[in-house]
């Protein structure tokens, strides 16, 4: 299993999602884009991608010029039913590409949350 992993911030890694990688011997292929690395062109070669964390604004394509061909890739892995995790901003960048609304400036949230579904995505 080769897994594409994207890293938008330093010192942002995989915590306890690489220790299940590796003990699934998965292959990590680990790009920094926000430090030049190129992305994939599509989600060939990949059979699951992870999009870390990070300080930075899920909609600040200006200052993170990668954000729309990230987004864009989301999307291929999707449409070629591979896996895709978000973590942190990379929830935020994973609900974007499927036109989810990222609002920016509420109430801040870390840490550990419960979630649960809404009445319209049950």
Partial sequence: MRVLVVQNYDNTGLGQVGAALAEAGADLDLRLPYRGDPLPDDAAGHDAMVVLGGGQNALADDEYPYFPALLELTRDF?????????????????????????????????????????????
């Fill in 78 to 122: 999707a449409d070629k039913d591979r896996a895709v995790l978000g973590i942190c901003l990379g929830s935020q960048l994973v609900a974007r590409a499927f036109g989810g609304e990222n609002r920016i400036g509420g109430a801040n949230e870390f840490g550990w949350h419960g979630v649960s579904l809404t009445p319209d995505a049950k």
